[in-house]
């Protein structure tokens, strides 16, 4: 058969390019819809949960998480499956009836614009500033990603991997907005599971059956034997060590990424009523339970089949390189790219969303005393979206300077994740946190967090300890929101009306009010 | 730069941390595998079904129809059960 000058036979690269063609159609076809600035940032709030569920998951699965989770799990074993069940299903539901509710009835675009209605311009600045750097180096990674897996296995060259990326996202995110973002992510997401469920398939056939993959990796040694356990001991010499999975990734940074990730609730904004805006979020905790099957499956299997690769992230893409025939190489790629593209579409569509709507509109309407027209935003979020993609293209290659990004960018996560937890906690459940309170809450828990990183490997049973920051300071913001708040004068009740749970809950008046000042 | 940081932290910092934390975690290092696992099945349980309790109303708000698949309240134990049989199990 012929050969595409690489480990990719023309049959693989046939089924990667159609993918590809038939994601810039789906893009392209969805443009049809874009007439305003909601309909391209939020869809028009026409999406339906089964849509929103699935972009949630196949967005917060990237392409990341296929190389390094599947490396992850195959040097610390099961335990990594934790981040996917105990770090999603109750974060998911208590999103699903807390948050939900109040993002969608406050009728906000973000979640710093919904803080900032809460707390006032300071909050809401801090969070714009937070959010859109961390999103923007996600992407540079994510980029980066893209170029070092199609480097590896296939020996194209790492700029041509990227620009081909951008290319690709940058033209249907361009032209569709929420809506292309969202439907490309149900078919990346079908691909993504065909693909990744085949490579499992694969991997366990030639290990023989699923107790020869347990039986072949425990008979290596202790140092194996909570190899498949879920829950270790807190003295163990792992990053997740039981306390840390419970109390940091199970009350905390889930929940904080859920309730706060904008490339994830964005999905939730556009949603087409309030029923499916929450169903959405509780099919996203169903779909969750697959997701360590398929994507750390293939990783265990690696552990068993090449039991001394010198890096764990080769796990994936030697399966690939060895094992598949042709034609499901093909496939396999496109479910890399699925992955890929599904979460540089949302980080990509959030950023923008997030630039316009907290950065760009307040500063128009400061400047030129009346917000910025409609027609002006929409042209404003395709030039940004352009902008983005190609910033970040551009600054992908930067990465390959940081051996150990991955664990830079999870310390990065670790240290706002706790005091925005807290700081929006807060203000949903309590009236009495106010403006002085939430931005102290903020700025104490963001240090804290960055003071416990500096001292964590001395404080904590891990030598990763973003675990144990990411609770901690949400601990310490949570205390400096409550007392600072208790110390200065209460937010009038007139401003809560429509933002705190006790009034939105049962406030028609304050539904009205805020239908009345979005109409404006 | 960031040594002269993480020396100041470590002397000015670590003297007042360490003897809070410590006692925390001799006592985390103590607890049985048992009383893990229960803790963790009993936030995911906690997690998975107060919201059972929701009423109607609050549950059904924005639902194009009644019907009784669009309780969501139903979905619960669909969703819950199989995460609890993996931390029951594994």
Known sequence: METTGSNLIFLDALVIFFYLGATLALGAYFSRYVKSSGDFLLAGKSLPFWAIGMSIVVSDIGAIDMVSGAGAAYRFGLAQANFDWLGSMPALVFVAFVFVPFYWRSGVYTLPEFLGRRYGRGVRGFQTIIWTGFMLSMLAVMLWTSAVFLGTVLGWPRQTAIWLTVAVVGVYTFAGGLTAVVMTDVIQMVIMFVGAGALLGLSLWKVGSVSALVHTISSRGPEYANYFRLLLPNDAPTPYPWSGILFGLGVVLSTAYFSSNQAVIQRVFGARSEWDAKASVLLAALFKLFIPVLIMGPGLAAAALYPHLKDP??????????????????????????ALMSSVDSYLN??????ITDA????????????PSDRHCLFLGRGLTLGLIVLAGAAAPFVDRFTTIYVAIQTLFS?????????????????????????????????????????????????EPFLFVAFWSFLVSLGTV???????????ESSLRGLVWRFVARDAEAQALLREQLEK | MQELLQRLVDSAALPLLKPWMDPIHAFLNGLPPWSWRL??????????????????????RGAPSQARWRDLRLWLPLILLPYLLLYLLL
């Open chain 1, 313 to 338: 992230d080769s796990a994936v893409p030697t399966l690939v390189r060895d094992l598949l025939p042709p034609g499901l190489t093909g496939l396999v790629f496109a479910a890399f790219f699925a």
């Open chain 1, 350 to 355: 959030s950023s923008t969303t997030m630039l």
């Open chain 1, 360 to 371: 760009y509109r307040p500063a128009y309407g400061a400047l030129a005393g009346r917000p």
């Open chain 1, 415 to 463: 240290l706002f994740q706790g005091p925005t937890l807290a700081v929006l906690l807060l203000g949903v459940l309590w009236p009495r946190a106010n403006h002085a309170g939430g931005f102290a809450g903020l700025l104490v828990g963001v240090l804290c967090a960055g003071l416990l990183n500096l001292t964590g490997k001395k404080l904590f049973p891990s030598e």
């Open chain 1, 482 to 492: 409550a007392a600072v708040s208790w110390l200065t004068p209460p937010p009038p």
């Open chain 2, 39 to 60: 803790a963790v099945c009993a936030y995911l349980a906690i997690g998975g079904l107060w919201a059972a309790f929701l009423k109607r109303e609050a549950v059904f």
